[in-house]
């Protein structure tokens, strides 16, 4: 009966804790007609509003989320890329403004490149120039690869302020920039650029300057479908920072981390040097006095027969292993001027099949002791080694010295302008300011937004209820009672040691004298089970009727000697004897 309680309270125990622990949290409403309807908790979703640039704080912000503001800012490319053919020169590509596929807040609208295997360009002015002075340049946007990318380029252009950059519409490849920034990918290459162009202060010379490659590998964007931010940080102390996802993945310095480096060098090899014709630049040469041995033999064969062999016994010489088929017929079209004379198949000779072997027999092939191959006279060191030659160095007529590239050209304008075999490309709230602090919280009321919603909306069972739990700090008590009772009663009952039971020896006596075992064997029974049926209730019956004759007896003095007779006995005996000891008084 104890055990059927604990297991009946384990399994209420965990039922309850069943019920507590829902997937998600439901709110009942119930509507005009009083039908309840369940709908999900409104925490499940994140509130979002467009947010407000602060005035004075950006020189260009957008969150693409108002189409009419967007179409009187941004100009799409009419333009034509030079040196290629004409079909598909034009930037065609299609731009529009829509939720995304996967819409995460509401209300939250992106730019997306549609088409794919087209050029597409657009562009904005910015709300005021940036002049590259003593405050840093902070660019920052949202890229989603919603159905992934295999190659092409998702980046962004700072243009170039100038009479080239003043038509818009006519923006391309060629366009003047300042900074390229962004990811690109094509195949299993994923880069991350980050390029400026930097002009020669002497010449006028315009050079593209690359930053090395990040660190950690970036493929990972490109195929989870899901925003991601890119930020560049540029310092007036010619540092820079580029993170994704708010994570450092590039940092470095303009002057030391470019290819090719913004300063060229102070010397250059002298073009006109040539180096002598008796320069020598062999390190070791062939032992000039060394000679071949009269005894090599360049000739010998690396592997010869083996003479130790022996062809095996019952070896058939005189057939071959392969035979014509003798069942095989000519094929009925077969033309002997296309295909030739006609021969059989051949196929295994059956006759060999059970013979050591067939057809001529040869030994083993063995490595040949005198084989020694080509002789070559061992090498020693030149006597004549002048080194390696290089040619002498000179100043180079060329050499400058900008120590400050941060001051590069002004922007006015920034612009996508892109090529890609993926399309519906979403970009989203692209900002440039000069304050990392405004640009951070634009990041919050955009982009961390979204990732809050995506982790929620990915987030396990057990994270739901640990969520849910933490909110409701009172569930952690009926966690105790609904979940740690039942366990506790489990383990009790799988831990606790059984009491055995003792064995319940029968006895066989050869008399009719009670003994001491008759006494324990009943005292025993009585504990196990009392209201177990006994197999001596007919005796014990009997007994009580006796013993009221013997009480009767004792009552009266002459019967005392009687009434001391039939007391003596104090272990009760077996029935039998017991009946037979009284019909005697009687």
Request: aromatic share 8%; charged share 35%; net charge negative.
């Amino acid at each position: 009966m104890k055990d059927k309680f604990l297991l009946n309270l384990l399994i209420l125990g965990l039922l309850v804790a069943g019920n507590v622990c829902q997937e998600e949290p439901l709110t009942v409403d119930e509507d005009d007609d009083g039908v309840v309807v369940e709908s999900e908790d409104a925490e499940d979703f994140i509130e979002y509003k467009s947010p407000v640039p602060e005035p004075g704080k950006f020189y260009f912000a957008e969150h693409f989320d108002d189409k009419a503001e967007f179409e009187k800012k941004w100009v799409k490319s009419r333009a034509k890329k030079e040196g290629i053919d004409e079909d598909i020169a034009k930037y065609d590509g299609l731009w529009a403004v829509e939720e995304p596929m996967k819409s995460i807040l509401r209300d939250d609208l992106g730019l997306v490149l549609k088409s794919k295997a087209k050029h597409a360009a657009i562009a904005s002015r910015l709300t005021k120039p940036f002049v590259f002075a003593d405050k840093p340049l902070v660019v920052q946007y949202e890229v989603t690869w919603q159905d992934g990318q295999e190659c092409g380029g998702s980046y962004i252009k700072l243009l170039s302020s100038g009479k080239d950059t003043a038509d818009l519409a006519q923006f391309q490849d060629k366009t003047p920039y300042t900074i390229m920034f962004g990811p690109d990918k094509c195949g299993n290459d994923a880069k991350l650029h980050f390029i400026f162009r930097h002009i020669n202060p002497i010449n006028g010379t315009i050079t593209e300057k690359h930053s090395k490659k990040p660190k950690d590998r970036l493929e990972e964007p490109f195929k989870d479908k899901q925003p991601h931010l890119y930020q560049l940080v540029l310092r007036p102390d010619n540092t820079f920072t580029v993170r994704v996802d708010h994570n450092i993945v590039n940092e470095g310095h303009l002057l030391e981390d470019f290819q090719p480096p913004v300063n060229p060098p102070k010397e250059i090899d002298d073009p006109t040097d040539k180096k002598p014709e008796d320069w020598d630049e062999r390190e070791r040469i062939p032992d000039p006095e060394a000679r071949k041995p009269e005894d090599w033999d360049e000739d010998a064969p690396p592997q010869i027969p083996d003479p130790n062999a022996v062809k095996p016994d019952g070896w058939l010489d005189d057939l071959e292993e392969m035979i014509a088929d003798p069942d095989a017929k000519k094929p009925d079209d077969w033309d002997v001027d296309i295909d030739g004379e006609w021969e059989a198949p051949l196929i295994p000779n059956p006759l060999c099949e059970k013979a050591v072997g067939c057809g001529l027999w040869k030994a083993p092939l063995v490595k040949n002791p005198d084989y020694k191959g080509k002789w070559r006279a061992p090498y020693i060191d030149n006597p004549n080694y002048k080194g390696k030659w290089s040619p002498r160095r000179i100043p180079n007529p060329d050499f400058f010295e900008d120590l400050h590239p941060f001051k590069m050209t002004t922007i006015s304008a920034v612009g996508f302008e892109l090529w890609s075999m993926s399309g519906d490309i979403l970009f989203d709230n692209l900002v440039i300011s000069d304050d990392e602090t405004v640009v951070r919280d634009w990041a919050a009321q955009t982009y961390d937004l979204k990732r809050k919603q995506i982790d929620r909306q990915s987030e396990t069972l057990v994270q739901r209820i640990v969520n849910y739990t933490n909110a409701n700090p009172w569930l952690w008590a009926v966690y105790v009672v609904a979940i740690g009772l039942p366990i506790t009663i489990l383990l009790y009952l799988c831990c606790s040691p059984s009491t055995p039971k003792k064995e319940k020896t029968e006895h066989h006596k050869k008399t009719d004298e009670p003994s001491h075992d008759d006494a324990d064997h009943h005292q025993h029974a009585e504990l196990d089970d009392p209201l177990a049926p006994s197999s001596d209730n007919e005796a014990d019956a009997a007994d009580e009727v006796d013993d009221d004759d013997d009480r009767e007896r004792n009552s009266d003095p002459d019967n005392s000697e009687d009434a001391e007779e039939v007391q003596a006995p104090v272990e009760r005996t077996p029935e039998p004897a017991t009946r037979k000891r009284r019909a005697r008084k009687d």
